[in-house]
Each structure stands twice: as structure tokens, then as C-alpha cells.
């Protein structure tokens, strides 16, 4: 295995926000730029000099931002931020916000200076400059300030929502970082079973949170947030940590079956490109003692994307811990053939969007068949995910597809409710 690579970029959401008293001073006039600040709670007041008298220009609350001048580069403060009361903020430093636009997308990153620069433009425009400008005996606003401010007021309308959403973000970025120090992160397992006896195989291990308010949080709300945060390689390894630890209860639920009943992880993509991933899978498999074959490890087609010969070389590296690979949801990206055939997969999860059609299309049935065919010449075991009925069964085991995911098998349980589905289920197709 090669040394391992510095690691991305990651944020530390403990310590972004900051609490003010009231009368603080955040930053002085003339001092040099170093962060942005958002406004979580409390009130600040920008002000400037002017003649030698400190000139209240603006006072902020809630979600609003200051100090954005130094998102664009380096350079001196041109006003003072007070906390009027004690006040709250988040800080975005600008060397983590390049790093992340980094990562993002080119145009992102322009977008955002661009959007930083009109606001400022619009902010040396709002009502409050001008009016401090005509004391200062400044020029009166003319028919076109009135309507470039028109303007900017549609165009703060837009930010304004874009901000609420990166603030939610940013608070739940927050929240996640925390949940994984308080271990509020655990699996649910689905079954998948064998077509048509229905014979139980394995689980897929799906994250929960359970959030001391909300209670359960569905990962579609958070794995996307985890995953521009990089929080998520932290959720994916304590969920093969626990994979591990219950895989041996689930197998004495088993009992002597012939066969192991395997755990499916999932794995990311966004650190796919990073090949020290599969030390930390490899430590954790040797630090809880499982047995890698009772292991699969699920990877999408976007992880391999990226760096494909990177990928290549993990997953290779991956199948040398022990586990077995599937290639999940497989018909909603590019869906490309030869990835079969280049990597070192073991099974094929075909999504659930595909599985649908099949009920509903004729053509869907011809596509489906042909993947299947192709996709056993190469080996592999195919899974069809998100069955909800006998008659997808049906369909689907006659075209060929060995095993089966969906809520016409189970929904995903808590822990404890699959080993009683073991029990049943072994009870009932052996
Ligand atoms: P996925 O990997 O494709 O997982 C299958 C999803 O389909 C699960 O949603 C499951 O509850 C749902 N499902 C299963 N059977 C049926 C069915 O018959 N009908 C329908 N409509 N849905 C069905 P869930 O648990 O909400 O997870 C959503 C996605 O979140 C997962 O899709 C996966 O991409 C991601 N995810 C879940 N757990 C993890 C994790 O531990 N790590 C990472 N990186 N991603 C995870
Ligand atoms: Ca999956
Ligand atoms: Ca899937």
C-alpha cells in the first residue's frame, strides 16, 4: 500500500462559532482582513470614521453577513463591527471557503466573488450610506441610484434565501460533527434475500440519526450535507465499525445454516479518490476480529468517476482486506458497461428506479435482461433493489436476478428487530 496521503480539507464546526458581549469590538477599522462573520444571534453595528467622527453606517442582525471584503483578498478593514448586545456568529475563514470552492467547481467559485462584490457595491448604495453621505454633505440620490437599488433589492431578495440555505447548512454541518462525537449514528438493516425462495443472504446497513429532538433523521437529509463537509467518511466508518461488532450476533441468531450471512456497507464516493481509506477499513476490520467474508462493501458509480485509475487501485486494495464489492445503483448514473468489466466487483445492485420500470415497460424488461446477462458472464451476483411486489418478483427472477432488496421482503429494522427477522425468516425458507 502506498504512504498515505494528506487528507482533504476539513472543517472544524466546534469552533466556527463565536459569542461577542455585548460592547465587543470584532474587528477595527484599519485592521487587516482576516474573516467573513455571519450573524447567528444578536445585533452588530458597522461604522466608519469620517472627519474624525466615528459614523454609524449600518446596524446588522440575524443571518446577516459582514466583514465579506475579506473573501476577496487581503487588505485593511474600512469600518469597525461592534456587538451592539451579546451576539453569536459563525466565522467562515477565508482559506477554508477557498478550499471548499476548490473542491466545488470553478464557476462556483466565480459566481461567489462576483455575488460578494455586487453586495458590497450594493451596500456602499444602501439608504443608510446615502443618508450618512448627505450629512456628510454628500450628493442627493438621482433617479438612476434609485433604480440600481431596485435592483439590488431583487437581487439581496435572491441572496437572502441562498444565505438562509447555506445557514441551515451550516448549522446542520454543525450538528452532524457533534452527533459523531456523541455517537448518535447507528445502523438499520434491510434484508436481501435469495429469488424466488426468499432465503435471507445478508443486510444492507443503512445510517439513522437519532437526533435527542427530532428523533430518527433519514439520511437523504444529511448524508449530502456530511458529504460537502467531509463529516461522512467519519458516518461511513463508525457504520462499518458497528457492522462488525453486530455481525457475530446476527450470525448466532442464524444458527448453523451453511452459509454466512454478510453486512453491506456503504462507502461514500466523495473520498474515493484518497487511497488511505482502505487503511482505516483495514484497521477496523482487524481491531473488531470479523471475518472480512461476512462483508461487502457498496460503492456507487459516481466514486469512480473522478479518478478512475485511482479507483481502480483502491478497490483492488479494498478487495485485498477481504470483503466482497458491489457496485450500487447501478442504472441511474452513467450506467456504464464497462465498469464491469474494469473493476473488481462481485455483485450488482440494479436501483430501484429500474426495478420499477420493469413492472411498467416492456423495453425496461429487454434492458434489465441484457444487464443481467452481460453482468453474469462477467461473475457477478445481481441484486434488485426496492421490490415492493410479488409481481416485480416475479419479473425479475425470471430474467435472471439472483437476489432481492425491497419493502415487499422488509423494510429496513433497528438491530434488534433483524435478529428476531433472522429467527423467522430462517423458520420459515431455512
Ligand atoms: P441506497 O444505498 O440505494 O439504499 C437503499 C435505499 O432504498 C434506502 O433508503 C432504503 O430504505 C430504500 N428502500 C429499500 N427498499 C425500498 C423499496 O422497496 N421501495 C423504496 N421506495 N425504497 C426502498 P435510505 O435508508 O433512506 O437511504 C438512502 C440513501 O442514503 C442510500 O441509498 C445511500 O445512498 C445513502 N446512505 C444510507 N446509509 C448510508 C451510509 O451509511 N453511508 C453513506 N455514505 N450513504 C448512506
Ligand atoms: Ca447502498
Ligand atoms: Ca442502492
Given at each position: 500500500m502506498q504512504p498515505a496521503k494528506k487528507p482533504e480539507p476539513k472543517?472544524?464546526?466546534?469552533?466556527?462559532?463565536?459569542?461577542?458581549k455585548k460592547g465587543a469590538v470584532i474587528f477595527h477599522e484599519e485592521d487587516s482582513r482576516d474573516n467573513a462573520y455571519i450573524i447567528e444571534h444578536g445585533a452588530v453595528e458597522i461604522s466608519t470614521t469620517r472627519k474624525g467622527k466615528q459614523v454609524p453606517l449600518v446596524r446588522l442582525g440575524a443571518g446577516e453577513v459582514f466583514g465579506e471584503t475579506a473573501l476577496l483578498g487581503a487588505g485593511k478593514r474600512t469600518a469597525t463591527a461592534v456587538a451592539l448586545e451579546d451576539t453569536e456568529v459563525f466565522t467562515i475563514a477565508p482559506a477554508l471557503l477557498h478550499d471548499r470552492i476548490m473542491h466545488l467547481d470553478p464557476l462556483v467559485g466565480l459566481l461567489l466573488t462576483l455575488l460578494v462584490n455586487r453586495y458590497r457595491q450594493w451596500r456602499y448604495r444602501s439608504p443608510d450610506q446615502a443618508a450618512t453621505d448627505s450629512e456628510a454633505g454628500g450628493p442627493p440620490l438621482t433617479g438612476e441610484d434609485m433604480e440600481s437599488i431596485e435592483k439590488a433589492d431583487t437581487f439581496l431578495r435572491d441572496l437572502n434565501i441562498q444565505k438562509e440555505v447555506a445557514l441551515n447548512e451550516l448549522r446542520l454541518a454543525q450538528e452532524i460533527t457533534r452527533a459523531i462525537d456523541e455517537d448518535q449514528f447507528g445502523p438499520w438493516l434491510q434484508p436481501i434475500v435469495s429469488l424466488p425462495e426468499r432465503k435471507l443472504m445478508g443486510f444492507e446497513a443503512l445510517v439513522r440519526w437519532n437526533h435527542p429532538k427530532r428523533g430518527l433523521v433519514s439520511p437523504a437529509e444529511f448524508i449530502p450535507v456530511a458529504e460537502r463537509t467531509h463529516a461522512v467518511r467519519d458516518i461511513d466508518m463508525s457504520m462499518l465499525r458497528s457492522a462488525c461488532k453486530l455481525i457475530p450476533q446476527l450470525q448466532k441468531a442464524a444458527g448453523n445454516i451453511g452459509r454466512k450471512l454478510y453486512v453491506s456497507v456503504n462507502l461514500s464516493g466523495v473520498y474515493f479518490g484518497n487511497d488511505d481509506i482502505v487503511a482505516d477499513i483495514a484497521a477496523i476490520v482487524k481491531k473488531t476480529g470479523v471475518d472480512p467474508a461476512h462483508l461487502v462493501f457498496e460503492i456507487?458509480?459516481?466514486?469512480?468517476?473522478?479518478?478512475?485509475?485511482?479507483?481502480?487501485?483502491?478497490?483492488l486494495e479494498l478487495k485485498k482486506v477481504g470483503g466482497r464489492i458491489a457496485l450500487d445503483d447501478f442504472g441511474t448514473g452513467y450506467s456504464s458497461l464497462s465498469y464491469l468489466h474494469r473493476y473488481a466487483f462481485d455483485i450488482l445492485k440494479i436501483d430501484r428506479?429500474?426495478?420499477?420500470?420493469?413492472?411498467?415497460?416492456?423495453?425496461?424488461v429487454d434492458i434489465v435482461r441484457a444487464i443481467v446477462a452481460l453482468?453474469?458472464?462477467?461473475?457477478?451476483q445481481i441484486v434488485g433493489e426496492g421490490i415492493e411486489s410479488e409481481s416485480e418478483i416475479n419479473l425479475l427472477s425470471g430474467i435472471g436476478c439472483d437476489y432481492g432488496q425491497g419493502y415487499c421482503f422488509?423494510?429496513?429494522?433497528p438491530p434488534e428487530k433483524a435478529l428476531e427477522y433472522i429467527r423467522d425468516s430462517i423458520k420459515k425458507y431455512g
Open positions: 472543517l472544524d464546526f466546534h469552533h466556527i462559532r463565536t459569542l461577542y456507487t458509480e459516481t466514486a469512480l468517476m473522478g479518478d478512475p485509475a485511482m479507483a481502480e487501485k483502491i478497490l428506479t429500474f426495478v420499477h420500470d420493469v413492472g411498467h415497460n416492456r423495453k425496461s453482468a453474469k458472464n462477467f461473475h457477478l422488509s423494510r429496513p429494522l
